[in-house]
C-alpha cells in the first residue's frame, strides 16, 4: 500500500527517490515551480530550456540525476501541454511519467509538485497524481519469470503550499486506484485461471475480509430454480459452469431512499460460441469479463471506504464455448422476467446474461442501476479507447453518471437512445431477437435490448469494449496494452456522490 504525505517544503529541500514537476508549455524556468529550482541548480533548468531540451509538450520527459545538488535524487520534469488545456489528465500522466522513471527501484519514494497556479483545484490535482503513481505501479506482466518485474512505489510525498487538507482525501483515492488495480489483474488473467467459478471465489474472498459486504454465488442448479434462462443458455456449452454473484453491501448508517446496483458482463472467455468468431486476437476475449471485474472492484472500493450507502452488485458469469451442448442460434429462450428471446446470434451473447442479471438486480431492490459491459464491436469503431459509450433511460439519471465520469477519468460519452431504434429488436416468432443484420447503431440497439430487461427505474449502460482492456497504450498514464481498471474509479465516484446526497 502506497503511503502518502503532504509537505511545505520547498521543492529544492524534499528528500524522495524522484521529484516530479509539471512544465508548461511553452517553458518558463522562472515561473512557478521551476523557478525556484532553477535557483537551487544555478539557472541550469532555463539554459536546458533555451537549448530545447526541457519541453513542456504533452507527456515530454527530462529525468535528470541531481547528483547532490538537490535534495532528490532524481527530477523528473514532465510536460503537461499548454496552460489552457491542462486538465487532471495532464497531471496523471505526468505523474505516471515520473513514477515509472523509479519502478526498478525496491521502495521507491516519489514526491510531486502540487502547483496552485495551475487551472486543475489542487485537490482534483492531489487525487491525479495518486491516480498516476499508482496505475503506473501496476504490473501486466506477472507470469512472466524472466524479466525482473517493477516494483510498486510505497511513498507519495505531495509537494506545496496548504496541502494537509487534501491528504485525506488522496488516501481515498489510492484506496480506489488500488482497487482498480485489482481488476486489471482480474482482467488480464488468463481463461484458463480465471472461469467463473474463479470468480465466484474471488468475490467470496473480498467480500469476507470487508465490513458489511456479502456475497452469494449461484451455480446452475440454482440458476434453474431462479428461471435464468437466457444466463444459462450462454454457459451451456462450456465444461465451467455458470455463476452468478450478488454482493450485498449494507452500511449501518446508509443514507436513505438510494439502494445503488451496478451489473457487470462476466464472460470469462468469449469465443462466440457457434457464431464463432475470427482466431485473429480472439486471445483479447479473456477480456470479455472486464465490466464484471469493474463491478467486484469498485464494491470492494465502496466497502473499503465505507461509504454510507447501500449497494448491490450483480456479475453474471459464463464461457461462451461451441460444444455440442451449446445454444444455437434459432434457440429460443425464455428470460427470468418471462420475456422470450430468438437466438439470431450467439456472439450476442453479453446482452443475454445482462438480461437475467438486470432483472435480478432490480428485484434485490436496486433503485438506481448502472451496468457495465464489454458489449459491442461498434462502441470501439465510434469511440475508441477513451469515452465508453453511455445510454440510459432517464437523463438525469445519465447526468449523474457523466459527472461522476468527468470527475474520476474514467470518460463516458453518451450516445443516442430513441425509441426509433427498438423497432430493430423485434423477432417474427418471440418478443425479441438478441442481434440485428442491420449493421447500424451496434450499441444503441443492444442497449434497446437491455432496456426491456431493466424493470422500473432509471438505468444506464456502460458500453466498455473500447474502454475495458487497450489492443496497445494510449500515450498518457496507461503506457501499455491490458486492462485498464475502467469503471472502479467512475463507480466509486459515483456512489461517494449519492452518498454524499448530492
Ligand atoms: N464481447 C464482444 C464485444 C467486443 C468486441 C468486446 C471487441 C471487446 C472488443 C461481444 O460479445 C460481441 O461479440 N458482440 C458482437 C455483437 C453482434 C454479434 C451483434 C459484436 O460487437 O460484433
Ligand atoms: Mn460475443
Ligand atoms: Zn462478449
Known amino acids: 500500500m502506497l503511503t502518502i504525505e503532504a509537505t511545505s517544503a520547498a521543492p529544492q529541500a524534499v528528500e524522495c ?9 511553452p517553458v518558463d524556468a522562472r515561473a512557478g515551480a521551476l523557478a525556484a529550482l532553477d535557483a537551487a541548480l544555478g539557472g541550469k533548468l532555463a539554459h536546458l530550456a533555451e537549448d530545447g531540451e526541457l519541453k513542456g509538450g504533452p507527456g515530454k520527459v527530462l529525468a535528470l540525476h541531481t547528483l547532490g545538488e538537490l535534495a532528490a535524487h532524481r527530477v523528473c520534469l514532465v510536460g503537461a501541454g499548454r496552460s489552457a488545456k491542462v486538465d487532471a489528465d495532464s497531471i496523471r500522466t505526468a505523474a505516471a511519467r515520473t513514477a515509472a522513471t523509479i519502478t526498478g527501484l525496491a521502495g521507491g519514494t516519489v514526491a510531486f509538485v502540487v502547483d496552485a497556479s495551475l487551472p486543475v483545484p489542487v485537490a482534483d490535482q492531489a487525487r491525479a497524481i495518486v491516480d498516476g503513481v499508482v496505475l503506473t505501479s501496476f504490473d501486466a506482466g506477472r507470469w512472466k519469470t524472466i524479466d525482473p518485474r517493477p516494483k510498486p512505489i510505497t511513498r507519495l510525498v505531495l509537494v506545496g503550499e496548504g496541502l494537509d487538507a487534501v491528504v485525506e482525501d488522496a488516501r481515498r483515492a489510492a484506496v480506489v486506484a488500488t482497487w482498480a488495480n485489482r481488476c486489471r489483474d482480474l482482467v488480464n488473467m488468463p481463461p484458463n485461471e480465471l472461469y467463473p467459478a474463479r ?22 442448479e440454482r440458476l434453474r430454480e431462479e428461471r435464468m434462462g437466457a ?3 450462454v454457459g451451456q456449452g462450456s465444461d465451467n459452469e455458470q455463476r452468478l454473484i450478488t454482493l450485498r453491501y449494507e452500511p449501518p448508517n446508509a443514507v436513505d431512499g438510494v439502494v445503488l446496483g451496478i451489473v457487470g458482463k462476466a464472460i470469462t472467455f ?3 460460441g457457434i457464431s464463432i468468431k475470427p482466431s485473429a486476437r480472439m486471445e483479447d476475449m479473456k477480456g470479455d469479463m472486464a465490466g464484471g471485474a469493474a463491478a467486484l472492484a469498485a464494491a470492494g472500493a465502496i466497502a473499503e471506504l465505507g461509504l454510507p450507502l447501500r449497494v448491490i452488485t450483480v456479475i453474471p458469469s459464463c464461457e461462451n464455448m461451441p460444444d455440442g451442448g451449446s445454444y444455437r442460434p434459432g434457440d429460443i429462450l425464455t428470460a427470468r422476467n418471462g420475456k422470450t428471446i430468438e437466438v439470431t446470434n450467439t456472439d450476442a451473447e453479453g446482452r443475454l446474461v445482462l438480461a437475467d442479471a438486470l432483472t435480478w438486480c432490480r428485484e434485490q431492490g436496486a433503485t438506481h442501476m448502472v451496468d457495465l459491459a464489454t458489449l459491442t464491436g461498434a462502441v470501439v469503431i465510434a469511440l475508441g479507447d477513451y469515452y465508453a459509450g453511455l445510454m440510459g433511460n432517464d437523463q438525469g439519471w445519465v447526468d449523474r453518471i457523466l459527472a461522476a465520469a468527468r470527475a474520476s477519468g474514467d470518460h463516458a460519452w453518451q450516445l443516442p437512445f430513441h425509441e426509433t431504434y427498438r423497432r430493430h429488436i423485434g423477432s417474427h416468432f418471440a418478443d425479441f431477437k438478441n442481434s440485428s443484420d442491420l449493421r447500424q447503431a451496434g450499441p444503441v440497439y443492444a442497449a434497446s435490448f437491455l432496456a426491456e430487461f431493466t424493470g422500473e427505474g ?7 469494449a473500447g474502454t475495458g482492456s487497450l489492443d496497445r497504450g494510449r500515450g498518457d498514464y496507461y503506457v501499455n496494452k491490458g486492462a ?17 446526497g448530492s
Not at 199 to 220: N, T
Open 17 to 25: 527517490d524522484v521529484l516530479g514537476v509539471p512544465v508548461l508549455d
Open 199 to 220: 470468480l465466484g471465489e474471488e468475490a467470496v474472498a473480498i467480500a469476507d475480509r470487508l465490513d458489511h459486504l456479502a456475497c452469494e454465488v449461484m451455480g446452475p
Open 231 to 233: 444466463l444459462l443458455a
Open 270 to 272: 468469449d469465443t462466440g
Open 458 to 464: 432509471p438505468w444506464a449502460h456502460l458500453d466498455i
Open 484 to 500: 485498464t481498471g475502467y469503471g472502479v474509479r467512475l463507480l466509486a465516484a459515483l456512489a461517494a456522490a449519492l452518498a454524499a
